[in-house]
């Protein structure tokens, strides 16, 4: 018999665990899902980073910074496998992501103490709606057995704004005001995920001294998503002390394919280029100017998604 448990319930049986943060973005157009997860120390995210890749499932990739991790997944419901050798060796897995209208439906295995993990700890994690667990069984979590949940959380969507050209040689920092945007938004249903600072090419003629562009993105509940886009542009454009400001969106977990996220690290390109590529790529201008802030914002868009390299120069290492 199916037992229902809100984080509240959960606390008040195992006590207070250790999950920070537990938030699910879908994309139901490319059938994936990412998911953000944060503990309170890195061991327990380092070791169910590697059990859960070693499982398979639902997950596809995964990356580990710290205490927090970063998975992406595949939409339905995927076989697991335990442990190098056997289940004996524990484990643990993310077996299916699921939507369910405005909720998304995400079910977890766990074998042995990885079992309080899924069963105890993400199952009381801000942001979780309740819990499912199928029998009273996997609430006796510990020992040798393997525990089952469904952990249902709201179903947000995901949106990134690239932002150039917000400054001049005399005074402002397009990096600033994109994160004072981001920090800045209290949208009911709409959560700020953090800030990408993209170095340009540096040899466009017509800029500030250090030639970068912003992305911002942002977990959104799809309800939510013409009011966080007229509260960026209304933001940016407030603060702007430049008059050929760019601002740019994507909606969506994939960032499209395009020769212009090198070019824009390499090469001179014009307004009109940006603009024809943003509409073939399917990303769109919400700025007023119209100008050549589009050009960065659109290359700091498709970069928003890497790591350190989207700080450096075109094939720069770390």
Not at 46 to 72: P, V
Not at 77 to 89: D, K, M, S, V, Y
Not at 142 to 157: A, F, K, W
Not at 272 to 292: H, L, Q, W
């Amino acid at each position: 018999m199916t037992v229902t448990l809100t984080p509240e319930e959960v606390k008040a049986r195992f006590g207070p665990m250790f999950c920070r943060r537990l938030l699910v973005m879908t994309d139901q157009k490319n059938g994936i899902a990412e998911i953000h997860e944060e503990c309170h120390a890195r061991g327990p995210i380092e070791w169910d980073h590697m059990n859960r890749r070693r499982a398979g499932g639902a997950l596809i990739s995964a990356k580990t910074q710290g205490c927090k991790m970063t998975m992406t997944a595949k939409l339905g419901c995927h076989p697991i496998r335990f442990g190098p050798a056997a289940t004996e060796l524990g484990g643990q897995a993310l077996e299916a992501v699921i939507v369910h209208g405005n909720e998304v439906h995400t079910s977890w295995a766990g074998a042995a103490g990885a079992g309080v993990g899924v069963s105890a700890c993400l199952a009381q994690a801000p942001g979780v709606i309740r819990t499912e667990y199928k029998s009273e069984e996997d609430l006796h979590v510990g020992g040798s057995r393997i525990c089952r949940s469904t952990v249902i959380l709201p179903n947000y969507e995901k949106i990134t704004f690239g932002i150039d050209d917000t400054d001049v040689k005399e005074e402002g920092a397009t990096w600033v005001l994109a994160l004072q945007c981001g920090e800045a938004c209290a949208i009911e249903g709409v959560l700020f995920l953090g800030m990408r600072l993209v170095q340009l090419n540096p040899k466009a003629p017509n800029k500030t001294t250090n030639c970068t562009g912003s992305a911002i993105s942002f977990a959104v509940l799809p309800e939510k998503k013409a009011e966080l886009i007229a509260f960026v542009k209304s933001f940016v454009e407030e603060h702007s002390v430049s008059p050929e400001t760019g601002i740019c969106y994507i909606e969506g977990l994939v960032m499209p394919e395009s020769p212009y996220k090198k070019q824009i690290k390499t090469e001179l390109l014009t307004v009109e280029y940006a603009n024809e590529e943003a509409e073939r790529i399917g990303v769109t201008y919400i700025d007023s100017a119209n100008s050549k802030g589009r050009i960065g914002s659109l290359g700091a868009l498709l970069w928003a998604n890497d790591g350190v390299e989207a700080a450096g120069l075109f094939g720069e290492e770390a």
